[in-house]
C-alpha cells in the first residue's frame, strides 16, 4: 500500500472512530465507558429520591468522572462506588456543570453534602468530607437542596 492510501486510510479509521464514540455531553444513563448503568435510591423522611447514574468503580472512572459533560438530564448523575471506605477528595478539573456532591458510609448513610463550582486552572479546590466513606453521588448543583435531602438519609445503588 503506498503512502497516500495509507494516510487516507488511516484518517477514515480516526473518523470512523470518532463517529462511534459516545457523546460526552449527552451523559447517558447507562452503557458508558465510565460503567454500567443504575438507579441510586436516596430514602429521606419524605419519601424516596430516584436518581439514574453511570457507576465509576475503577480508578481511571474515578479519575474522569464528568470531566466535560456539558449537559444532564435533571435527574441524572454518577455515583462513585469505593471497594473499601475511602477519604479521596474530588475536584471539579474540566467539569463544566456546577454540581453537588453526597457522600455515603458503610451505613448507607449521608455524612457529607457539599456544592463544587467548575475549574478550569490549577490548582483547583478539592472536596471531600472529614470521615471516611464508601461511596459518592454527583448531580446538578441544588439537586440535594432542592428534594430536601439532608446528612442522615440513606442512599442504595440498586444495579441492573
Known sequence: MGTVPRIIASVLAVLVAAACAPARDAHPASGSASGPGATVRI??????VVVRVR???TGVAQARG?????RMGPDVGMAFVFHRPSTARFWMKDTPLPLSIAFWGRDGRISAIMNMP?????PCTTYGP????????????GFFAGHRVAVG????????
Do not use: N, Y
Open 130 to 141: 472529614r470521615v471516611p466513606f464508601v461511596g459518592a453521588l454527583e448531580v446538578h448543583r
Open 66 to 70: 464528568l470531566q466535560g459533560v456539558r
Open 118 to 122: 467548575p475549574c478550569r486552572a490549577d
Open 153 to 160: 438519609d440513606r442512599i442504595a445503588v440498586e444495579r441492573g
Open 55 to 57: 457507576v465509576a468503580e
Open 43 to 48: 430514602s429521606t423522611p419524605r419519601g424516596a
